[in-house]
């Protein structure tokens, strides 16, 4: 049994689950995420002990090493508070695969379906829960949006981000070619056919900047990782210094275009 | 399992041809203008979400229900096809499948053979086989016609020459067809395939099908074609073979309707096919025409073996439609021929291992980003994703952990379960994580400036200086 996802009550706090590619590699938009929610007046939690939601082994084929992991997870989160994933990739592993993990092991299995109920992609979490609406402070700026194949197709939040953007006055929000395309990354799929994982990331970049946007936005690092490696790669090919496509987290660009961190 | 030649490389050197590909500008450009309008088409025949959703939820019930019934239903569809006057044949492998057809065949003294479209009969490389016993097998599909002229394999299960361009199928036939000059004029290289074929029809004494849906109840084949060749097959020649996989059957005639829109409009984008075939019997006495002699192979080649597990059973929901294919990133990048196998793309991806077993396909269950678009227009929501993983996990796991999978752990790695098994232990302690991505924030000037495929086409990762949770500590 699920739990409805969309809950009614604005809730006072929440846990943050980072990811370990936030915590690693992105942590400014960890932090950027975080007072995002602060200031729409909620107390964030961040769980000292989290690691990694354990995809990167479970979409491997190594289902063992995944439940090993993510029944670490499990343990994290002992109050009924929701649990934002600045990632869509995470999140869906959490709230979709996780009952399935532990299918087997009926304690385990109660606690992951509890869990998963409380789940929320970042952006899903500031539309649906919070109707956050973004007051833009910026000036004129072209921004293109990049949404995850998880975000998009297991979460099913792929409008929230749109939406988010399409909310801030002085941005406008660009559509690139083959849109819902995956960038390529599939985590160790970049790695094992880096032959196929480079022509669809070579074409991604390639739509992104025909659109003309100043900056590509994501709520999945994963992708950001993979697009702003290839963005950054051909520059250095190229000689070039400045980013020929800038990017970042959706979290990022959402709290500074709504006046930063004051 | 009984050995069997297969003509076509298995998914060994899959990586070298996949970069063939990608590395060809001009066939990436052709395969995305391919792939692009097979979506469109699909897409303009779905306009409404919810008739899509209801009718997609709709085949896989049916496809559920009468797999749930199979070794029924396939009794069943042998006492009425038998009633009927059909011959029912059961072949386990693909050796067994050919020499069940060529001793049909040769029983008759027959030499010649037209074939309508059949992925089966490609599955089973009847052509070789043919060939090597001195038997003519025309193609009479225009796609597999130009594919068996080149001497080539189905690049595609419904296009099968989408990987050719009309300038190349126009030098194709200027060169192999006797008396044919250059014309890239669409409708002038149709013209000559017909022509070819008009006279085969008039000669063969064999015509060969395969069935799309074969109804138990009534016992009754169906076939879904466009050309017309496919009636032509199964009706001018004296002999009819039919040949299928074991999965293909309905109870009902009802059950078809939905199956047969879900299929031509995901497939093609098309409302209804040019025809629908259905043959419950040979030509019965007074009747003026249709073949004296239908035959129905029945064909397992590895089926049994998804049957037998509940999850990948569903590999078998499959009608063969593929949308999957034209919907994948990873197949409009490499085109079908790359993967090596009978059937490319996410199908193939998962019905392969079950037919040649994981030592020959286990490379393939990687190719995937797992971005769920095969899923997602999957017309009998097979959860494609979700089956590689699994097969993912059959082909790395230990050999010898699933005995009823075959080539279970050709994949295995002591090393790169060891990799696994280390981050696993750095990952599910938050001590151990603590400490080490601590390490990899202080020493990330040190991280390789090679990192193996991923610096082909990207800069190196580097961890950031501070942790997130360096970042709120320095916060508070």
Redesign the interface.
Known sequence: MTNPTTQTSRPSDVYFF?T?V???????A??DA?TLLERQGIRVH?P?????C?Q???????????R??A??QLTLFPNDWPIVVPSGSCAGMMKHHYPKLFAADPTRKAVAERLSARVYELTQFLVEVLDFQPQDCGGDCKVVLHTS??A???MGVHLTGRKLLAGLEKVSVVQQDHE???C???????????????????DKVKALKATGAERVVSADCGCL??IL??A??QD?QAGRSEPSLPGEHIASFLLRRTGGEQ | MSEHTLHFKPAEGF?AR??AV?DNPFL?QSFRGAMDFLMSKRAAQFPDPEELESLRSLGEAIRQYNLAKLPDLLEQLEANLTRNGVKVHWAETPDEANTIILGIIQGHGATKMVKGKSMVSEEIELNHAAEAAGIEALESDMGEYIVQLAGEKPSHIIMPAIHKTKEEIARLFAEKVPGVDYTDNVDALIQIGRNVLRRKFQEAEIGLSGVNFAVAETGTLCLVENEGNGRMCTTAPAIHIAITGIEKIVEKLEHIPPLYSLLTRSATGQNISTYFNMISSPRKPGEKDGPEEVHLVLLDNGRSQAYADEQLRKTLQCIRCGACMNHC??YT??GGHAYGTTYPGPIGKIVSPHMLGLDATAGL?????????C??VCPVKIPIPELL?R???????APHANPAMRGQGAGHSALQ?AI??G??A?????AL?RAV?WL??RLRFLVPRRQ????????P????P???????KD?N
Not at chain 2, 426 to 430: L, M, Q
Not at chain 2, 452 to 459: A, D
Not at chain 2, 466 to 472: E, F
């Open positions: 980072a370990c936030v915590d690693q590699f992105f942590p400014g960890g932090l975080i961040f000292e002990d989290q690691t990694c354990g990167p082994a479970y979409s491997s084929g190594f289902e063992e090493e995944a090993r992991v029944a670490h194949c998880s998009r197709r297991e819902s395309e995956c390529g990354f599939g985590g160790t799929f970049s790695v094992k056919q880096p032959e196929i994982s480079g022509a669809m990331v070579e990782m993979n490696g290839h950054a790669w250095q | 990586r996949s970069k990608v990436r990133p990873v990048r490499i269950t990687t190719a995937s980003s797992l971005c769920g678009a899923g997602e993983v097969l993912r996990n059959e082909a790395f796991s379960s696994w098994r981050w696993a750095v990952y599910g302690s938050p994580y991505s990899g924030s193996g495929g991923w610096t082909s086409v990207r800069t990762l580097q961890p950031a501070k942790r997130l949770r360096d970042l709120l916060r």
